[in-house]
């Protein structure tokens, strides 16, 4: 029971234009979701994260925006830089159970072409 | 000045070997994880500790064991090794039950 799904395995877009990458959830309780980017050989890195409370969150180039009624998530680059290329996974925790626990989609691998 | 590192990188041995994985973070943080990256390239957490306490352990053979010195290092030992072990296996940190993880680089684990 794949509770975190990321159907997009990969995306190619071209420098300067709009990355999107999708992910959606099942499980109604998920309060917390967070973005992780991660280059090959390298553990992931923790991008942008949004609650439940809100639905949109933008840091620099990145932009988060949750749509809780359809249980999906997306983070948009903008503009898309060739640096940007990376798996990126999105994540979904239950916070108030106050445990840490995230539950990870299977990511998508981003190709940003100069 | 590595914030959460892992030794070591990469880990080839036979099956039924135990081995260990050493996990370290200067980040000051009170819990550590265990996450499993497998062919599929999920990531699965396997444990948790809060200041030496297991507060995570998800449905991992008793093979695997956490070991906790104190709340700046999450060990990994693996008893019996088998082919399904084969996997990359992440550590990272974070303050008190936080959400935000800072991951190590990974070990590769071959089981042969």
């Known amino acids: 029971d794949q509770q975190v799904k990321q159907n997009s395995p990969s995306l190619s877009v071209q420098e300067g234009r709009i990355s999107i990458l999708n992910c959606d959830y099942t499980?109604?309780?998920?309060?917390?979701f967070l973005w992780y980017k991660k280059y090959p050989a390298e553990g992931p890195t923790f991008l942008i994260s949004?609650?439940?409370?809100?639905d949109k969150n933008e840091d620099g180039r990145f932009t988060v925006f949750l749509n809780k009624s359809a249980k999906h998530l997306s983070l948009h680059i903008v503009p898309s830089q060739p640096g940007d290329s990376a798996v990126y996974f999105c994540?979904?925790?239950?916070?108030?159970?106050?445990?840490?626990?995230?539950?990870f989609g299977q990511g998508t691998t981003l190709q940003v072409k100069p | 000045d590595t914030a959460v590192s892992q030794t070591p990188k990469y880990l080839v041995t036979q099956m039924g070997n135990d081995k260990s994985i050493k996990c370290e973070q200067n980040?000051?943080?009170?819990?550590m994880y265990w996450y499993k990256q497998d062919s599929k390239k999920f990531l699965k957490i396997m444990f948790s500790?809060?200041?030496?306490?297991?507060?995570i352990n998800e449905t991992v053979p008793n093979r695997f064991s956490p070991k906790s010195p104190d709340k700046a290092h999450l060990n990994l030992h693996i008893n019996s090794l088998e082919l399904g072990d084969s996997a990359v296996y992440f550590c990272?940190?974070?303050?008190?039950?936080?959400?935000?993880?800072?991951f190590g680089p990974g070990t590769r684990l071959t089981v042969l």
């Open positions: 949004i609650s439940s409370i809100k």
């Open positions: 994540a979904a925790s239950v916070g108030s159970s106050n445990t840490g626990k995230l539950i």
């Open positions: 980040l000051g943080h009170d819990t």
């Open positions: 499980n109604s309780m998920f309060d917390y």
């Open positions: 500790y809060n200041n030496k306490e297991l507060i």
């Open positions: 990272a940190s974070s303050r008190i039950r936080g959400n935000e993880q800072f």
